[in-house]
């Protein structure tokens, strides 16, 4: 097997191959051009999105050529693959607002400078708007509509879901224009290979099928598996919510966190995924002779490092640390500012001060927390849920810190 797709299986990547066998011909004597695609229906990708782009950074490595396509055009519809319901549909502004923000998280992952000289496959960013926005409808149907069978259509898993709770006409036109985009990417750059979730594999091979019937060269698809937790939830959700990759809607602390409070069970796998760290290191750090916890904090440090810079992972470390042995040093810890005129005279209650500050989603929550004994204001358990805190009970540097637990900490900052 050619030695990138090698990469990819052992690191627990790839679930299918459209035909793996001549794919690992093919990229044994070229450098292929491939492309993965992501709709620009958010400001920030999620930890859950972005598997196929640590993919894309393994095969960029070896030498192939990788296109982050960014979808401008078919966001505006969006995919039902994988979705119980409609997107929300957007304006173009919100969509070109989005497709700036995602250009600059893929760029944490994906190298797109021009450097020839680093060895790497020069890796660009293209966006379907180009070629779709102004697409002539009827055009298109007798060029592409043409090749595609509603009954085979109506066969693929996440078209057949959705048909028990409602398609829409727009959303069952989202295969044609995903085949049209390979279509494109091999007419304007020789794309021979697509990449994504295995919930996109219907569209993948609608593509390759599209451009064999349209007279291109044969065309493959690589699908990767949907990366689980132990516990059989979805990567990429936390008790805040989606583990966004952007830091004002995630931070960087809690971004640390998230990776060294996983489950035991899943830091191996977490590590070949979602870090650049060699199998070597990665079988060094998880040798049952060694701590797990020390495993579980290498991991965070080289997820956040990725995304967040070096300079945000050793911050987030430092917090952690400082926090966790009762040190003072929160400064990485997310902070909500509140302006004095605004604290109650007669006190914050503390269960609206751990929802404001984002520990808990709801006052329900806190109470929760509260009663059970996990929650901590300026070091002190506070299990009374009608506690109050006036302005003089902050710190010294005028903040309340709190703690839910063991290791989950935000502050409130007078102002």
């Given at each position: 097997m050619n030695k990138a797709l090698e990469v990819l299986y052992e690191r627990g990547f790839v679930k299918d191959c459209t035909a793996?066998?001549?794919?690992?011909?093919?990229?044994?004597?070229?450098?292929?051009?491939?492309?993965?695609?992501?709709?620009?229906?958010?400001?920030?990708?999620?930890?859950?999105?972005?598997?196929?782009?640590?993919?894309?950074?393994?095969?960029?490595?070896?030498?192939?050529?990788?296109i982050?396509?960014?979808?401008?055009?078919?966001?505006?519809?969006?995919?039902?693959?994988?979705?119980?319901?409609?997107?929300?549909?957007?304006?173009?502004?919100?969509?070109?607002?989005?497709?700036?923000?995602?250009?600059?998280?893929?760029?944490?992952?994906?190298?797109?400078?021009?450097?020839?000289e680093s060895g790497k496959g020069k890796a660009i960013i293209m966006n379907n708007a180009d070629w779709l926005v102004d697409l002539n409808y009827i055009q298109?149907?007798?060029?592409?509509?043409?090749?595609?069978?509603?009954?085979?259509?109506?066969?693929?898993?996440?078209?057949?879901?959705?048909?028990?709770?409602?398609?829409?006409?727009?959303?069952?036109n989202y295969q044609l224009l995903q085949s049209y985009d390979f279509y494109m990417l091999n007419q304007k750059t020789g794309c021979r290979l697509q990449i994504g979730g295995a919930d996109q594999w219907g569209n993948i091979v609608a593509g390759i099928d599209l451009i064999s019937r349209m007279?291109?060269?044969?065309?493959?698809?690589?699908?990767?598996?949907?990366?689980?937790?132990?516990?059989?939830?979805?990567?990429?959700?936390?008790?805040?919510?989606?583990?966004?990759?952007?830091?004002?809607?995630?931070?960087?602390?809690?971004?640390?966190?998230?990776w060294r409070n996983v489950a035991d069970a899943d830091v191996e796998k977490f590590m070949k995924i979602f870090t650049f760290m060699s199998l070597d290191e990665i079988k060094e750090w998880v040798d049952p002779a060694r701590n797990i916890n020390d495993a579980k904090e290498k991991l965070a440090y080289e997820a956040t490092k990725v995304i967040h810079g070096e300079e945000e992972a050793e911050k987030a470390r430092s917090a952690a640390?400082?926090?966790?042995?009762?040190?003072?040093?929160?400064?990485?810890?997310?902070?909500?500012?509140?302006?004095?005129?605004?604290?109650?005279?007669?006190?914050?209650?503390?269960?609206?001060?751990?929802t404001l500050s984002g520990i808990t989603a709801s006052n329900g929550e806190a109470r929760r927390i509260v009663t059970q004994g996990g929650a901590l204001?300026?070091?002190?358990?506070?299990?009374?849920?009608?506690?109050?805190?006036?302005?003089?009970?902050?710190?010294?540097?005028?903040?309340f810190l709190l703690k839910s637990g063991k290791k989950r900490y935000a502050k409130i900052v007078l102002v």
């Open positions: 793996l066998d001549q794919l690992s011909d093919l990229m044994d004597k070229e450098k292929v051009t491939f492309y993965c695609g992501v709709d620009p229906t958010g400001r920030s990708l999620h930890v859950g999105h972005i598997v196929p782009f640590f993919a894309m950074h393994h095969l960029q490595k070896a030498g192939h050529n990788p982050a396509l960014v979808g401008g055009g078919t966001g505006l519809i969006g995919d039902p693959s994988g979705k119980t319901e409609m997107r929300k549909i957007l304006s173009f502004e919100e969509i070109n607002s989005n497709v700036e923000a995602i250009k600059k998280q893929l760029s944490k992952i994906v190298d797109f400078s021009d450097s020839p298109f149907l007798r060029d592409v509509g043409k090749y595609f069978s509603v009954n085979r259509m109506l066969t693929f898993e996440g078209v057949k879901q959705r048909l028990e709770r409602g398609l829409s006409f727009i959303e069952f007279g291109g060269p044969e065309c493959f698809g690589l699908t990767f598996n949907l990366i689980m937790r132990s516990d059989g939830k979805k990567m990429g959700k936390s008790e805040k919510g989606a583990v966004f990759i952007d830091p004002e809607l995630y931070s960087p602390y809690d971004f640390f966190q998230y640390k400082a926090l966790f042995y009762g040190g003072a040093d929160s400064a990485s810890v997310p902070a909500k500012e509140v302006k004095k005129e605004d604290w109650p005279e007669e006190g914050m209650g503390v269960l609206s001060m751990f204001v300026n070091g002190v358990k506070v299990t009374d849920p009608k506690a109050t805190f006036k302005i003089e009970d902050a710190q010294d540097d005028g903040s």
